[in-house]
């Protein structure tokens, strides 16, 4: 693997992010001095490290994609004992049950979950390797996978992947929106789907906003088979 991006634009990249050479060693857990080092390794474990700690796609620090317009700054790191993580809940924590009482519990597990995600996650969006590009999280995204998630339970516990969702769902199909409701700001819906351990076929669908094209998950719910 020669000539990778991360080699050749090492020092720029770190740069246009407005990071130092100090602070990318200290998130990396390396000697400043090792940083130039790092920037020549051919390790993609350790490259996938340092796409994580810069908050972009590991693609671009390989050169499969075109460098993105606009950069985003590392996200904070955030401690259990400083935040409470509702991504650390269980599956025995979400109701089974089929009450209105337990839907309301997982709704509420869900727009909690939603809540500490954006406080770990301050750009809004993650980059999915299907469609090559960024899917944002918006109030829709919530109040829509609220509603309809919450009705399952198995489609709660979709919800809180949702990392790997917004990452490695695949395109299954376009369909036109609706023109009407939570759908009408939306040219079209991109249907996709993710295979979930231990949950199975989950479905999320995405929008595509007018004039900006903008990618936005509006809903995620886990497919019963």
Same mark, same amino acid.
């Given at each position: 693997?020669?000539?990778?991006? +991360?080699?050749?634009?090492g020092i &720029?990249?770190?740069?246009?992010?407005?990071?130092? =050479?100090?602070?990318?060693?200290? *998130?990396? /857990?390396?000697? *400043?001095? $090792?940083? $130039?080092?790092?920037f =020549?390794t051919?390790?993609?474990?350790?490259?996938?490290?340092?796409?994580?700690?810069?908050?972009v %796609?590991?693609?671009?620090?390989v050169?499969?994609?075109?460098?993105? &317009?606009?950069?985003?700054? %590392?996200?904070?790191e955030?401690? =259990?004992?400083?935040?409470?993580?509702?991504?650390?809940?269980r599956?025995?924590?979400?109701?089974?049950?089929?009450?209105?009482?337990?839907? &309301?519990a997982?709704?509420?597990?869900?727009?909690?979950f939603?809540?500490?995600?954006?406080?770990?996650?301050?750009?809004?969006?993650? +980059?999915?390797?299907?469609l090559?590009?960024?899917?944002?999280?918006?109030?829709?995204?919530?109040?829509?996978?609220?509603?309809?998630?919450? *009705?399952?339970?198995f489609?709660t516990?979709?919800?809180?992947?949702?990392?790997?969702?917004?990452t490695?769902?695949?395109?299954?199909?376009?369909? =036109?929106?609706k023109d $009407?409701?939570?759908?009408?700001? +939306?040219?079209?819906?991109?249907?996709?789907?993710?295979?979930?351990? /231990?949950? /199975?076929v989950?479905?999320?669908?995405?929008g595509?906003? *007018?004039?900006?094209?903008?990618?936005?998950?509006?809903?995620?719910?886990?497919l019963?088979?």
């Amino acid at each position: 693997m020669k000539g990778i991006y +991360f080699e050749e634009k090492g020092i &720029e990249l770190l740069g246009k992010l407005g990071v130092t =050479k100090a602070e990318f060693a200290r *998130r990396m /857990g390396i000697q *400043r001095q $090792n940083v $130039n080092v790092l920037f =020549k390794t051919n390790n993609l474990e350790i490259i996938a490290r340092a796409a994580e700690v810069l908050g972009v %796609p590991l693609a671009l620090l390989v050169g499969y994609v075109e460098e993105p &317009e606009v950069y985003e700054l %590392p996200v904070p790191e955030f401690h =259990k004992e400083s935040l409470d993580l509702t991504a650390d809940i269980r599956p025995e924590d979400v109701p089974m049950g089929d009450s209105a009482e337990d839907i &309301e519990a997982r709704r509420k597990i869900i727009s909690k979950f939603y809540h500490d995600w954006k406080l770990r996650n301050l750009s809004l969006r993650k +980059f999915n390797l299907s469609l090559k590009e960024y899917i944002n999280i918006r109030y829709v995204s919530i109040t829509e996978t609220c509603t309809h998630a919450s *009705r399952s339970y198995f489609s709660t516990l979709a919800v809180l992947q949702l990392d790997a969702i917004l990452t490695n769902a695949r395109t299954v199909s376009t369909v =036109k929106s609706k023109d $009407n409701g939570n759908q009408k700001p +939306f040219e079209k819906m991109i249907i996709m789907k993710y295979d979930c351990v /231990g949950i /199975g076929v989950v479905k999320m669908t995405v929008g595509v906003r *007018r004039r900006t094209h903008e990618k936005v998950q509006y809903c995620i719910t886990a497919l019963e088979i």
